[in-house]
Nanobody, 118 residues
Framework: QVQLVESGGGSVQPGGSLKLSCRGSGMILSTFTASTMGWYRQAPGKQRELVVLSSRSGTTMSDSAKGRFTISRDNTRKTVHLQLNNLAPEDTGVYYC??????????WGQGTQVSVSS
């Protein structure tokens, strides 16, 4: 059974950094490597929105994330990381790891809270 296990959320002041990690438990290596992996977030009272996706064809990133957030993959460890730099209060929300293997289905992590305030 596939599970996306997230870690790394927390509370920081504006301008701070956090690194989120997501491990694809139960995914075989070839499936993980071929999967689209990424992160979405949901701010209080708002809909879930795309942050970044990484696939073999490239990376898709929201405008708000460009220049501040970086996604990286360690396929051998079946893990995807999201480095969050220069965080702002509007980045506050629950961040969800996302996986879409070739041919589906899609998977979601349980979510990890990121809080940015002074």
């Amino acid at each position: 059974q596939v599970q996306l296990v997230e870690s790394g959320g927390g509370s920081v002041q504006p301008g701070g950094s956090l690194k989120l990690s997501c491990r694809g438990s139960g995914m075989i290596l070839s499936t993980f490597t071929a999967s689209t992996m990424g992160w979405y977030r949901q701010a209080p009272g708002k809909q879930r929105e795309l942050v970044v996706l990484s696939s073999r064809s490239g990376t898709t990133m929201s405008d708000s994330a460009k220049g501040r957030f970086t996604i990286s993959r360690d396929n051998t460890r079946k893990t995807v990381h999201l480095q969050l730099n220069n965080l702002a209060p509007e980045d506050t929300g629950v961040y969800y790891c996302y996986a879409l293997p070739s041919g589906g289905p899609e998977y979601w992590g349980q979510g990890t809270q990121v809080s940015v305030s002074s």
